[in-house]
């Protein structure tokens, strides 16, 4: 059992919470069963290391039997301690994987015909970014498409939200809006950006316009698209407030968008 918290190999697992670390490895950090068992249901190549807690494996014996039935790694016993030293979480829930980094190309998500996708300009909450991931998963969208100025995708919180989504649905990072944009017109994709200043996202719905293939455009949190942006964009949508809120989490508004246009292009086959 490794019960050192000083060890090299323990710092060496807890420095991927951070980004340095991250991008000098091409690894990153899964928390807790629901993530490491996501991982091993879905993308089982993927991970490099293993650490539980005995307790934890106890009470995870279908997170065991996929375990033992990979030869590339072996479940690496850890103490209490060493997990939490590990964990970017104040309760560590058990279970520690270090993984591969694994974006998708764009070239691959466009060449595969998307009918729906979700691209995420300069969206800096972790816990936006992972609930929008994980809506689009829900959605049944093709693909997300980060630009370069998002939060970090492997940062552990992002990979917490997703809540295993991370493992179901290409996501694309590091790119430039217009490029995007110029891809997804190339693609046959209409691009909609979700914006205060927009039409209603009812009217959309009346019109038809949602079965069409779409690529929903959001921006920052705090101050949205640009005025530069705003125009690469086909429309401009909002989604209504009906009723005393100031404003709508960019999370819950994107979850909105994702579902209207996958209710309005299932309902047209």
């Known amino acids: 059992m490794l019960d050192n918290p000083r060890s090299p190999r323990v710092r060496a697992v807890a420095k991927l919470a951070k980004r340095p670390a991250r991008?000098?490895?091409?690894?990153?950090?899964?928390?807790?069963?629901?993530?490491?068992?996501?991982?091993?249901?879905?993308?089982?190549?993927?991970?490099?290391?293993?650490?539980?807690?005995?307790?934890?494996?106890?009470?995870?014996?279908?997170i065991a039997a996929m375990a033992d039935e990979q030869t590339d790694f072996d479940v690496e016993f850890v103490s209490e301690e060493v997990l939490g030293v590990m964990s970017d979480t104040v309760t560590p829930q058990g279970f520690i994987a270090v993984a591969h980094q694994f974006p998708t190309s764009m070239k691959d998500i466009f060449n595969g015909e998307p009918?729906?996708?979700?691209?995420?300009?300069?969206?800096?909450?972790?816990?936006?970014?992972?609930?929008?991931?994980?809506?689009?998963?829900?959605?049944?969208?093709?693909?997300?498409?980060?630009?370069?100025?998002?939060?970090?995708?492997?940062?552990?919180?992002?990979?917490?939200?997703?809540?295993?989504?991370?493992f179901h649905v290409p996501i694309a990072v590091g790119a430039e809006l217009p490029n995007v944009i110029e891809r997804a017109h190339k693609a046959g994709l209409r691009v909609l950006a979700a914006d205060v200043k927009g039409t209603s996202l009812l009217d959309a719905r009346v019109s038809g316009e949602l079965v069409q293939p779409t690529a929903w455009l959001f921006g920052n949190e705090a101050h949205g698209l640009t005025d530069e942006q705003l125009p690469l964009a086909d429309a401009a949508i909002t989604v209504p407030i009906y009723g005393h809120a100031e404003s709508m989490n960019l999370a819950t508004a994107a979850s909105v968008c994702l579902y209207e246009s996958a209710f309005a292009q299932r309902s047209a086959v």
């Open 115 to 166: 009918k729906l996708i979700a691209i995420l300009e300069e969206v800096r909450d972790p816990g936006n970014l992972g609930t929008i991931i994980r809506a689009a998963d829900s959605a049944g969208a093709d693909a997300v498409i980060l630009t370069g100025r998002s939060v970090d995708l492997y940062n552990p919180k992002v990979v917490r939200s997703t809540t295993g989504s991370l």
């Open 23 to 62: 991008l000098e490895t091409g690894l990153f950090l899964l928390e807790g069963p629901q993530a490491v068992s996501e991982a091993l249901t879905f993308r089982p190549g993927l991970i490099v290391e293993l650490y539980a807690t005995p307790t934890a494996l106890e009470r995870y014996p279908d």
